[in-house]
């Protein structure tokens, strides 16, 4: 089986079939779960049976059933050949999206329509995984860890964010870039000065070696390769530069920001790291970091 396309077919000759095996697979879980059996329930029964995977092992979890029961390819398209009829499709995402109402949490899936730019940014500080927007009935929608899961399984511990403080959370840390643009050249000035003094060093220690007549051949291949990964940073950083001084430009031509602008989120971050202890680290694309603390954002907005 290849591991590239969904579970239940096979390529052969360019052309999309369905394994005869795997495919019955992907209707008996159809069948199953109509029937009342859970994600769980079922990867239990796949598992104790014997049943293998794409990977060719007996491993099966909730999120695996989940995918297969969400995936619309199984009702065939240009590529792929039906597996499951759409009747018996929509009647399992409709009693799928009823459970979840009655769990009290919905999650709003990372899909293209639904994708934000917060999904791009957001990472945990705790795991390292992306953030996602989660929907409870009757309350405001909450950024959560990936890797949160309602119950079941693995639970992140990290905070909860909501878009409004994400929102004012840029507004302070562009602000306060705005109103100490010095402070940004410093603390990146400083970070690349850093970097191209390693690599001067480097240079010196493989000059003085060679001009020995005992070279030691693996220490110098160590250190060549050490030099070669800090003249990789150092393109890095010269891009850096580049782009720090295209964001001090902007430093100065723009006011103190009063609203969410999301065309300068885009703009000037990177990433945003949320740490459990209370803080964001905003990453901006020029090198510059910046630590936003969730209290001061509150009291700033009060």
Not at 228 to 244: D, F, L, T, W
Request: overall charge positive.
């Amino acid at each position: 089986m290849q591991k590239h396309i969904p579970y239940g077919y096979f390529i052969t000759n360019g052309k999309c079939q369905i394994h005869k095996d795997y495919g019955n697979m992907v209707c008996e879980i159809f069948s199953l779960y109509i029937n009342g059996m859970s994600t769980n329930q079922i990867a239990k029964k796949l598992i104790e049976k014997g049943i293998l995977n794409n990977e060719q092992k007996p491993l099966w979890n909730h999120g695996t059933i989940g995918r297969i029961l969400e995936n619309k390819k199984y009702m065939g398209d240009e590529f792929y050949p039906q597996i499951i009829d759409k009747e018996i499709f929509e009647q399992v995402q409709e009693m799928r999206k009823n459970k979840a109402a009655s769990l009290g949490r919905i999650e709003q899936p990372n899909s293209i329509s639904n994708k934000t730019i917060w999904n791009d940014l957001l990472i945990c500080g705790q795991c390292g995984q992306h953030y996602k927007k989660y929907l409870e009935k009757g309350k405001i929608p909450l950024w959560k860890c990936s890797h949160y899961i309602y119950k079941n399984r693995v639970q992140c511990s990290n905070i909860f964010l909501t878009e409004e403080l994400l929102e004012k959370a840029f507004i302070v840390t562009i602000n306060q870039a705005i109103q100490k643009p010095q402070k940004v050249i410093r603390q990146v000035e400083k970070k690349q000065d850093s970097e191209s003094y390693f690599e001067k060093r480097l240079t010196i220690q493989i000059q003085d070696m060679l001009s020995h007549d005992d070279i030691d051949a693996s220490k110098l291949k160590e250190l060549a390769f050490k030099r070669a990964s800090e003249q990789y940073k150092s393109s890095v950083c010269n891009e850096n530069k580049i782009q720090n001084t295209m964001f001090i430009e902007k430093l100065y031509s723009i006011p103190v920001q009063k609203e969410f602008n999301p065309k300068l989120l885009k703009e000037a971050i990177s990433k945003i790291v949320v740490q459990k202890e209370g803080f964001l680290e905003f990453h901006f694309k020029n090198g510059y970091k910046n630590i936003v603390r969730i209290k001061e954002v509150e009291l700033c907005h009060q």
